[in-house]
């Protein structure tokens, strides 16, 4: 069973990046799918969630605009769309995986917003 991030990394203010987190060992159609981040000695926040089939997504306020959630049931993958992003978008950013009572995390990927 994994999650692994990829895509982070650095990044001008204003610029873009796409993460994506593949998935394997279990139905990834049938989890919910969500994005946080964490920064040092921060909890870890909700960026954005998508629903099993995608037809619905939510995000942290400062993230409405300018992430976008998506995902790929066939090559059970998520992605998180950052444009326009900002110093504070700094952080450690992780994928997670929601079927009722069970969870699964991937290990995480920075992403450094700094000019």
């Known amino acids: 069973v994994q999650l692994v991030e990829s895509g982070g990394g650095l990044v001008q203010p204003g610029g873009s990046l796409r993460l994506s987190c593949a998935a394997s060992?279990?139905?990834?159609?049938?989890?919910?799918m969500s994005w946080y981040r964490q920064v040092p000695g921060k909890e870890r926040e909700l960026v954005a969630a998508?629903?099993?089939?995608?037809?619905?997504?939510i995000y942290l306020d400062s993230a409405k605009g300018r992430f976008t959630i998506s995902r790929d049931n066939a090559k059970n993958i998520v992605y998180l769309q950052m444009n326009s992003l900002k110093p504070e978008d700094t952080a450690v950013y992780y994928c997670?995986?929601?079927?009722?009572?069970?969870?699964?995390w991937g290990q995480g990927t920075q992403v450094t917003v700094s000019s």
């Open positions: 997670k995986g929601t079927y009722g009572f069970n969870s699964k």
């Open positions: 998508i629903t099993t089939a995608g037809r619905t997504a």
């Open positions: 060992g279990f139905t990834f159609s049938r989890y919910d």
